[in-house]
């Protein structure tokens, strides 16, 4: 069983264009992230949720819109896409404790046109 | 805030050589510490971390970290590397208290040459 789940793994769009990357952990964690890794492989946490409660929200676009309809998922939703938003993109979660890692979902390389 | 640091970007290694990658860390309390590793193509994988006790980690295929708190490091070291550790490898830290707050180094690229 997939732990930390994601679709699309690819996602081809033009600009402009309004789209969504679901996520979904089995874990039974309290904690999900979305993480974006540019070309350069940087990896930089974009939105954290604890129980459906938006607790991060780095500096980040308005056109990024998280969304967790309960605890196990938490949907990236990023509207009138840009090209400089092409980048891979992680889900993540962990449990709500102080000592923790995170489990990775595979990602979804977005690439807008 | 926090931050990462990994010293060594790109890292090309003769199979069967040793590898030692450094990371270091800003942060003025108490953090948790972690290794993770990105085969080509594929997402993140935990390799090690640290939370507490002894200072020497060891993860899986064979890689070990030291955490010097004095020098705010947590290196990673293998002592003889194979083709299949071609991988990109992320150093992260999150404060004890705030487990997902987690910061990561910007990455170092090892290419192990067969």
């Known amino acids: 069983d997939t732990a930390v789940s994601q679709t699309p793994k690819y996602l081809v769009t033009q600009m402009g264009n309004d789209k969504s990357i679901k996520c979904e952990q089995n874990l039974g964690h309290d904690t999900m992230y979305w993480y974006k890794q540019d070309s350069k492989k940087f990896l930089k946490i974009m939105f954290s949720?604890?129980?459906?409660?938006?607790?991060i929200n780095e500096t980040v676009p308005n056109r990024f819109s998280p969304k967790s309809p309960d605890k196990a998922h938490l949907n990236l939703h990023i509207n009138s896409l840009e090209l400089g938003d092409s980048a891979v993109y992680f889900c993540?979660?962990?449990?709500?404790?102080?000592?923790?890692?995170?489990?990775f979902g595979q990602g979804t390389r977005l690439t807008v046109v | 805030a926090q931050s990462v640091s990994q010293h060594n970007h790109h890292v090309i290694l003769s199979e069967a050589a040793s590898l030692e990658l450094g990371c270091n860390y800003s942060?003025?309390?108490?953090?948790?510490l972690f290794w993770y590793v990105q085969y080509p193509g594929q997402h993140l994988q935990l390799l090690l971390k640290y939370f507490s006790g002894d200072p020497l980690v060891k993860g899986i295929k064979g890689f070990e970290a030291e955490f010097i708190k004095s020098k705010f490091s947590f290196n990673l070291r293998k002592p003889s590397v194979q083709w299949s550790d071609t991988a990109e490898y992320f150093c992260?830290?999150?404060?004890?208290?705030?487990?997902?707050?987690?910061?990561f180094g910007d990455g170092t690229t090892l290419t192990v040459k067969p």
């Open positions: 992260a830290v999150n404060p004890r208290t705030n487990a997902g707050k987690s910061t």
């Open positions: 942060y003025g309390g108490t953090v948790n």
């Open positions: 949720y604890n129980n459906k409660e938006l607790i």
């Open positions: 993540a979660s962990s449990r709500e404790t102080m000592n923790t890692e995170a489990f």
